[in-house]
Nanobody, 124 residues
Framework: VQLVESGGGSVQAGGSLKLSCQAS????????MGWFRQVPGKEREGVAA???????RVADSVKGRFTISQDNTKNSIHLDMTNLSPEDTAMYYC????????????????????WGQGTQVTVS
């Protein structure tokens, strides 16, 4: 499975960005896909994740500002980020795991098996 993120960039505080993740390879069946972020010197943290059955979870730190969505016909997920703050500055990664290998934690990085290269989001 290959994951390719797009949509990162630089934005002023209060602005918006939309990230997209395109999956290719074997993605049939039930999968979880999510967004994680990491800043240098800190652990990777879960931002938002969604399962094919539309079960989703958003981290408390971004709740009300970030929305995750999926397009199963195109094997892609998106992250709509609004009211961005400098604290949202990070490298954002897309990740995926088949439900058969998943232990139930939508926002736990260690449960994901496939990762993209990341896209930088900078808020000033």
């Amino acid at each position: 499975v290959q994951l390719v993120e797009s949509g990162g960039g630089s934005v002023q505080a209060g602005g918006s960005l939309k990230l997209s993740c395109q999956a290719s390879g074997y993605t049939r069946g039930d999968w979880c896909m999510g967004w994680f972020r990491q800043v240098p010197g800190k652990e990777r943290e879960g931002v938002a994740a969604i399962r094919r059955d539309e079960t989703s979870r958003v981290a408390d730190s971004v709740k009300g500002r970030f929305t995750i969505s999926q397009d199963n016909t195109k094997n892609s997920i998106h992250l709509d980020m609004t009211n961005l703050s400098p604290e949202d500055t990070a490298m954002y990664y897309c990740a995926a795991v088949p439900v058969l290998l998943w232990y139930g934690g939508l926002l736990i990085p260690d449960e994901y098996k496939h990762w993209g290269q990341g896209t930088q989001v900078t808020v000033s």
